[in-house]
């Protein structure tokens, strides 16, 4: 007997076990790529979930299958009440896992270790502290790199976020991968993708393609080899012959991942959007509010979820002009 509840199961059989939640659309960096040059509107907290709000709204999801919750933002640990929302998902039979840019992580490693949460990815684009500095238009690199050791000696499983850019940060591909040698670090380079304030174009993206030829032309065809892909992954995963740690491409722009997805999102505002490219949300928050069933309604996000990338096809300039979607810092990636 099939224990998979059908209700998250779309209608390509992917069954979606992994809800990401973003806690806040606030943040204490403002990456180029992620927050818009203008900053965002700043809504009253009415229209967000509270801390209670998300952790009904979560304990649904789990209760029909969920398997794993990841937490993002904006900054997820600037949530006013960040603490109790890690504590309390923590009880939940779920793996809890975060994304964050770790400047204050020093302030929530023993929370974190409370919540059972063993694996986070820290949001790192750059090894120069002044590159970094501009990229994040905030002072904040030794907090983060120092915060880093820190999860590091605490035992976390530390995957780093690295969205290269060409013209900015692709020549340091070599430099991210040479740190996996001797530290148990886990470099994931991200393809820049398009959102809304990001002033994304086809040119500026360094595709999966590129990347391997920049690590193969270093370290030769036999320095590296390809690890095993996951199940549902997002990643395709190398390793250096004798290294501690990784290091793969998400390659969501030329070479997307859609078959196995599993991923479900729940924007600050309490929104549910069946793909990261996708436009079309249902207001879970207000359904709860008026204290309506939320059932129906994850069952028409999921069941109206195209096969791929929002059935956007394929990536280019003029999609990227005409593409209609939330900034990144209002989605959580
Ligand atoms: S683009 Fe959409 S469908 Fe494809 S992997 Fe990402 S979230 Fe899933």
């Keep these: 007997?099939?224990?998979?509840?059908?209700?998250?199961?779309?209608?390509?059989?992917?069954?979606?076990?992994?809800?990401?939640?973003?806690?806040?659309?606030r943040c204490n960096l403002r990456c180029f790529y992620c927050m818009p040059e203008e900053g965002i509107e700043l809504?009253?907290?009415?229209?967000?979930?509270?801390?209670?709000?998300?952790?009904?709204?979560?304990?649904?999801?789990?209760?029909?299958?969920?398997?794993?919750?990841?937490?993002?933002?904006?900054?997820?640990?600037?949530?006013?009440?960040?603490?109790?929302?890690?504590?309390?998902?923590?009880?939940?039979?779920?793996?809890?896992?975060?994304?964050?840019?770790?400047?204050?992580v020093d302030r929530f490693i023993d929370v974190m270790k409370e919540a059972g949460i063993k694996s986070i990815n820290v949001s790192l684009d750059s090894l120069k502290e002044e590159r970094f500095n501009a990229i994040s238009?905030?002072?904040?690199?030794?907090?983060?790199?120092?915060?880093?050791?820190?999860?590091?000696?605490?035992?976390?499983?530390?995957?780093?976020?690295?969205?290269?850019?060409?013209?900015?940060?692709?020549?340091?591909?070599?430099?991210?991968i040479e740190w996996t040698k001797k530290t148990p670090i886990h470099v994931r380079f991200i393809e820049f993708m398009p959102f809304d304030g990001n002033k994304w174009n086809w040119e500026k993206k360094v595709s999966f393609k590129e990347i391997l030829q920049q690590v193969t032309a270093h370290y030769g065809e036999n320095g590296f080899y390809q690890l095993k892909d996951k199940p549902n992954r997002t990643s395709r995963c190398f390793k250096l012959a004798n290294s501690k740690g990784t290091f793969g491409i998400i390659s969501s722009v030329t070479n997307p991942f859609c078959?196995?997805?599993?991923?479900?999102?729940?924007?600050?505002?309490?929104?549910?959007?069946?793909?990261?490219?996708?436009n079309d949300e249902i207001?879970?928050?207000?359904?709860?509010?008026?204290?309506?069933?939320?059932?129906?309604?994850?069952i028409d996000a999921i069941q109206s979820k195209d096969k791929k990338r929002a059935g956007l096809g394929e990536f280019n300039d003029k999609m990227?002009?005409?593409?209609?979607?939330?900034?990144?810092?209002?989605i959580g990636g």
């Design 1 to 25: 007997m099939n224990s998979t509840p059908q209700h998250i199961v779309d209608k390509f059989g992917r069954v979606h076990d992994y809800l990401r939640i973003s806690l806040t659309e």
């Design 43 to 104: 809504r009253d907290k009415s229209a967000f979930m509270s801390a209670e709000e998300l952790i009904d709204i979560a304990k649904t999801f789990v209760s029909l299958g969920v398997k794993k919750i990841r937490l993002t933002g904006g900054e997820p640990l600037i949530k006013k009440n960040a603490a109790f929302i890690l504590r309390e998902l923590g009880k939940l039979p779920v793996e809890v896992t975060l994304t964050t840019n770790a400047v204050n």
């Design 137 to 176: 238009r905030r002072n904040y690199f030794q907090k983060i790199t120092e915060n880093i050791d820190l999860l590091l000696e605490n035992g976390f499983h530390v995957k780093l976020n690295v969205v290269v850019i060409r013209g900015t940060n692709d020549d340091e591909i070599v430099d991210f």
């Design 320 to 330: 990227a002009e005409k593409l209609q979607n939330r900034s990144m810092i209002t």
């Design 259 to 278: 078959d196995t997805c599993n991923r479900i999102r729940l924007t600050a505002d309490g929104k549910i959007k069946n793909c990261l490219f996708s």
């Design 283 to 298: 207001d879970l928050l207000s359904l709860h509010r008026k204290k309506l069933p939320l059932l129906p309604a994850i």
